[in-house]
């Protein structure tokens, strides 16, 4: 267990719909980071937020965007969903916002989109 | 394009066969390198990184991997796979982005099975 908590587990939902994953990070990390693991690109770096500001964009597309709260807790929203969203979305979490730290992944988002 | 490179996408070894795993990557400057481990119906766990020092690491089960910086490698070995390994790896590069932030960027992954 890395610390790092994700909600929910599963998700099934239809073309065109919005859903939100929620991340939790690790007691004391400040920084979030989402990925996407799919079978066509593999994983892929979203978004980091460090502290409740981005710092990083990757290949994040339009219809989706992130936050992180106050409670440094973190959603990442998908919207207009297409079959092709269909995949796992990991959370991540570091101590700080430099490169210098490792990433603790969280047990990730199972979404499919159908 | 600037990328990361797993040469081995699926690996079938032994009980006891030694194990390498080739990872590139093609940044120029400096790098944080990590394998990451994926277990069947798991999240990523690290298995071990190189951020500075000596080029050998040792990291977590027996894994340990060698930072060439000449030839932008950093390889992945184990001496005596158990069935226990079967699993997915992958290679990961860090590098700071402009602007402070950081993303991990990832190789396509080597799927190891080990066979009893």
């Known amino acids: 267990d890395s610390g790092v908590t994700q909600t929910p587990k599963h998700l099934i939902t239809a073309t065109g719909q919005r859903v939100t994953l929620r991340c939790s990070p690790r007691s004391g990390d400040l920084s979030v980071y989402w990925y996407q693991?799919?079978?066509?690109?593999g994983l892929q770096f979203l978004i980091q937020y460090y502290n409740g500001e981005e710092r990083a964009k990757g290949n994040i597309l339009e219809r989706f965007s992130a936050q992180q709260f106050p409670d440094l807790h973190s959603e990442l929203n998908l919207s207009s969903l297409e079959l092709g969203d269909s995949a796992l979305y990991f959370c991540a979490s570091s101590v700080s916002r430099d490169w210098g730290n490792e990433q603790f992944f969280g047990p990730g988002t199972r979404l499919t989109v159908l | 394009a600037q990328s990361v490179s797993q040469h081995n996408h699926h690996?079938?070894?032994?009980?006891?066969?030694s194990?390498?795993?080739?990872?590139?990557?093609?940044?120029?400057?400096?790098?944080?390198?990590?394998?990451?481990?994926q277990y069947p119906g798991q999240h990523l766990q690290l298995l071990l990184k190189y951020f500075s020092g000596d080029p050998l690491v040792k990291g977590i089960k027996g894994f340990e991997a060698e930072f060439i910086k000449s030839k932008f490698s950093f390889n992945l070995r184990k001496p005596s796979v158990q069935w226990s390994d079967t699993a997915e790896y992958f290679?990961?590069?860090?590098?700071?982005?402009?602007?402070?932030?950081?993303?991990?960027?990832?190789?396509?992954?080597?799927?190891?099975?080990?066979?009893?």
């Open chain 1, 37 to 41: 693991q799919s079978l066509d690109q």
């Open chain 2, 19 to 37: 194990l390498e795993l080739g990872c590139n990557y093609s940044y120029g400057g400096t790098v944080n390198l990590f394998w990451y481990v």
């Open chain 2, 91 to 116: 290679c990961a590069v860090n590098r700071i982005l402009t602007g402070g932030g950081n993303k991990l960027t990832f190789g396509t992954g080597t799927q190891l099975k080990v066979e009893l």
């Open chain 2, 11 to 17: 690996v079938i070894l032994s009980e006891a066969a």
